[in-house]
């Protein structure tokens, strides 16, 4: 990631720009500005804590898009809020999915309407940090562990105390249930005999039975269905497999072969019993067969130690939260991972689905209890995996579609909100270079190598071609193909530029050409401004702004060394932007063509330019590799991503995304919707 900005720049810009035009940066956009920086910086070390401080301290009348941006990578909870002021250690879901129970390094338990956040009860159970939660099969009771060496139950209805068990001399680091609810199981840091687990009523707290195997705690485990076998992980890097019926036998299988220290933290058993996660300080999940203990797959990822691990109720997804701040979810067959949670600020310890297996819940030492979505629908995809090379996009006014023009002529509509379906437009049988889509979003415009076409959306189908008689049936007669097209915004006219140095002007309702006419030299991008009254060219002769009633030239914006690449009208369509190969971005009054500044803009060649659509933004793309976004009133660069190969961009309606086609069969989504509803 880069984060160079404006003030970087202000000679540069001061130096282009005429006296009457020079404005220098404030000292409110520069502390913006700086605070964007920071804010950049902390996300790309990953320090969640620190990003959160820079962006908090900017004033709300200030947060733009990039704000939005850097906010929304920072935290994509969907719901947060205070749970427990010394850091949140466990958490818990009662069987019928209505109460989440939360516990914290304040030796306090709270039972949450698992919905909306509420505070049902709080219950004063330890005088030390709690280290696990269990909920009984009937949801009647609650087990806690707690580092003060005790477990208890409590009753979830009134928070009493019903039993309590002291028979450890260590911290207790797990206890769990059996399938009856008739005893209990718990584990613990104890160290002169070794692992160790220990079986006990559920009823008054007596002890039945002590399990001992290996010689380092063993700090986590599980029962089977029937309460006749225990699966147990330890500090000695052993999976310990007890049956009841046999006890001093337990099968005992090394948690890896690899010399680094794989102490078990936290374990799980996956829902049908099958699988268990083991959570370890080698930064990594193992998966075991759960009664056998052969090594199934390890899941690969977190930067520092695992410290919780949990099975979604379908057994689908795993989630795994650690010290480096992260929650992680892995496709549960392939021990691929599926998506990084950013929110947390500092070690994540606990988490737990909710029974639809569609969102989970965190804590951490933050002192935060966090909610998180699992579906992929409706959540932020930073980049679409597309199956070839493609040549534009575009997104459609309602949001809700990314089209997509392809090298092989393919035309494609992708879901903006991540899921996996999109729908085919057919029509083009060569490379399609350019698309635009009406005023109402209900048309598409596609221009490439041999068609012209209007799409009606909803129907699938082609409405309209635009053709020359002269040429064969369904195509538009253009030698060379159509590089860029453009309508205006009552949809009355559409104008394309193509590489027989021509420019053309149909009319868009009934694809009759309007009038034609021969350029100087090549021109590769084309736009109406606003109004319908201009035309901004630009090309291999530089750039140009034209009548565009019948393609006068007006004036011709010259400044620039070699191609201009790009041309843009601002919103208010009284500027206008254009991008060279020389790398520099200039900027002109749009009624006389009097150059307001410029600013090298990219090293190498720009690619690509587009206006936000309030016009305070400006976003460009180069050969440098590099995504810049200018802030239009001072023209200085407030932030910047590196994103190679950029050479489309494409703004939505609202100005929430902002979307960068690469050649490396990908589309990138810098998202500034706010996905989360949680209070500050």
């Known amino acids: 990631m880069s984060a160079r900005h404006g003030w970087v720049l202000l000679v540069a810009v001061a130096g282009s720009l005429p006296a009457q035009e020079a404005t220098r940066p404030s000292a409110e956009f520069e502390s913006y500005a700086a605070h964007i920086a920071a804010a950049e910086g902390a996300i790309a070390r990953g320090a969640t804590r620190a990003v959160r401080r820079w962006l908090d301290a900017v004033p709300a009348s200030q947060r733009m898009f990039e704000w939005r941006v850097l906010d929304g990578e920072s935290d994509r909870s969907l719901l947060s809020w205070e749970?427990?002021?010394?850091?949140?250690?466990?958490?818990?879901?009662?069987?019928?999915?209505?109460?989440?129970?939360?516990?914290?390094?304040?030796?306090?338990?709270?039972?949450?309407?698992?919905?909306?956040?509420?505070?049902?009860?709080?219950?004063?159970?330890?005088?030390?940090?709690?280290?696990?939660?269990?909920?009984?099969?009937?949801?009647?009771?609650?087990?806690?562990?707690?580092?003060?060496r005790g477990a208890r139950v409590w009753d979830v209805a009134s928070g009493s105390l019903l039993c309590s068990f002291n028979g450890h001399s260590y911290?207790?680091?797990?206890?769990?249930?059996?399938?009856?609810?008739?005893?209990?199981?718990s584990t613990s840091y104890q160290r002169p005999k070794g692992g160790e687990v220990r079986i006990w009523s559920a009823a008054d707290g007596k002890e039945i039975t002590v399990l001992q195997s290996g010689y380092a705690p063993i700090t986590c485990a599980h029962w089977n269905a029937g309460g006749t076998?225990?699966?147990?992980?330890?500090?000695?890097?052993?999976?310990?497999?007890?049956?009841?019926?046999?006890?001093?036998?337990?099968?005992?299988?090394?948690?890896?072969?690899?010399?680094?220290?794989?102490?078990?933290?936290?374990?799980?058993?996956?829902?049908?019993?099958?699988?268990?996660?083991?959570?370890?300080?080698?930064?990594?999940?193992?998966?075991?067969?759960?009664?056998?203990?052969?090594?199934?797959?390890?899941?690969?990822?977190?930067?520092?130690?695992?410290?919780?691990?949990?099975f979604a109720p379908d057994g689908k997804t795993i989630a795994s939260v650690s010290a480096d701040s992260s929650v992680r979810l892995w496709d549960c067959a392939a021990g691929r991972l599926v998506a990084e949670l950013p929110g947390h600020c500092g070690q994540v310890r606990a988490v737990t689905f909710a029974l639809d297996s569609r969102s989970l819940w965190t804590g951490g030492a933050d002192g935060t209890v966090r909610l998180w979505t699992v579906s992929t629908e409706g959540v932020h995809r930073p980049r679409l995996a597309l199956p070839r090379a493609a040549y534009h996009i575009e997104e459609s006014p309602d949001g809700r579609h990314?089209?997509?023009?392809?090298?092989?002529?393919?035309?494609?509509?992708?879901?903006?909100?991540?899921?996996?379906?999109?729908?085919?437009?057919?029509?083009h049988d060569s490379w399609i270079g350019c698309l635009r889509f009406s005023r109402d979003g209900k048309q598409l415009l596609s221009a490439g190598h041999k068609q012209l076409l209007v799409?009606?959306?909803?129907?699938?189908?082609?409405?309209?071609?635009?053709?020359?008689?002269?040429?064969?049936?369904?195509?538009?007669?253009?030698?060379?193909?159509?590089?860029?097209?453009?309508?205006?915004?009552?949809?009355?006219?559409?104008?394309?530029?193509?590489?027989?140095?021509q420019a053309r002007v149909w009319d868009g309702a009934s694809g009759k050409l309007l009038w034609s006419m021969e350029l100087p030299a090549s021109r590769t991008r084309v736009e109406f401004s606003p109004d319908g009254a201009v035309l901004g060219l630009c090309g291999n002769g530089g750039a140009s702004l034209r009548d565009a009633a019948n393609g006068a030239l007006r004036v011709a914006l010259t400044g620039h060394r070699g191609r201009v690449t790009a041309i843009r009208f601002a919103p208010d369509g009284r500027r206008v932007a254009t991008l060279g190969e020389d790398g520099w971005l200039r900027f002109w009054r749009t009624h006389d063509g009097t150059r307001l500044g410029g600013v090298r803009g990219h090293e190498g060649?720009?690619?690509?330019?587009?206006?936000?659509p309030d016009g305070r933004r400006l976003a460009t793309c180069g050969e440098d590799g590099r995504l810049v976004l200018w802030d239009v009133a001072t023209r200085s660069e407030v932030w910047s991503r590196d994103v190679d190969n950029g050479y489309c961009?494409?703004?939505?309606?609202?100005?929430?995304?902002?979307?960068?086609?690469?050649?490396?069969?990908?589309?990138?989504?810098?998202?500034?919707?706010?996905v989360r509803r949680r209070p500050r």
């Not at 911290?171 to 209990?184: E, H, K, S």
């Not at 090394?254 to 930064?283: E, I, T």
Request: net charge neutral; hydrophobic share 45%.
């Open 649 to 674: 961009l494409a703004w939505s309606r609202d100005g929430d995304r902002l979307w960068v086609l690469p050649l490396d069969k990908q589309v990138w989504c810098f998202d500034a919707v706010s």
């Open 605 to 612: 060649s720009g690619r690509a330019a587009y206006f936000s």
């Open 402 to 427: 990314l089209a997509v023009g392809f090298a092989d002529g393919t035309l494609r509509l992708y879901p903006t909100t991540g899921g996996a379906e999109f729908v085919e437009l057919r029509g």
């Open 455 to 501: 799409f009606d959306v909803a129907r699938r189908m082609v409405v309209r071609s635009f053709t020359a008689t002269e040429h064969a049936p369904e195509t538009h007669g253009c030698r060379g193909g159509i590089d860029a097209v453009d309508w205006t915004a009552d949809g009355r006219r559409i104008v394309a530029v193509s590489r027989d140095q």
């Open 83 to 148: 749970a427990h002021p010394g850091g949140v250690t466990a958490l818990a879901l009662s069987p019928d999915g209505k109460l989440l129970a939360s516990a914290g390094n304040d030796g306090v338990i709270k039972l949450w309407e698992a919905a909306g956040a509420k505070l049902v009860r709080a219950i004063e159970a330890h005088r030390s940090s709690v280290y696990c939660l269990e909920f009984d099969p009937q949801g009647k009771r609650l087990a806690s562990s707690s580092a003060d």
């Open 171 to 185: 911290p207790v680091t797990t206890v769990r249930f059996a399938p009856d609810g008739t005893r209990l199981c």
């Open 229 to 310: 076998k225990i699966v147990a992980a330890s500090w000695d890097q052993q999976l310990h497999v007890f049956d009841l019926a046999t006890p001093g036998k337990p099968i005992v299988v090394r948690l890896g072969a690899a010399p680094r220290y794989r102490a078990a933290q936290a374990s799980a058993l996956s829902p049908d019993q099958s699988v268990v996660a083991v959570a370890c300080k080698d930064h990594e999940v193992h998966l075991f067969e759960a009664w056998t203990g052969k090594p199934l797959r390890d899941l690969v990822g977190h930067g520092k130690i695992v410290e919780g691990v949990a």
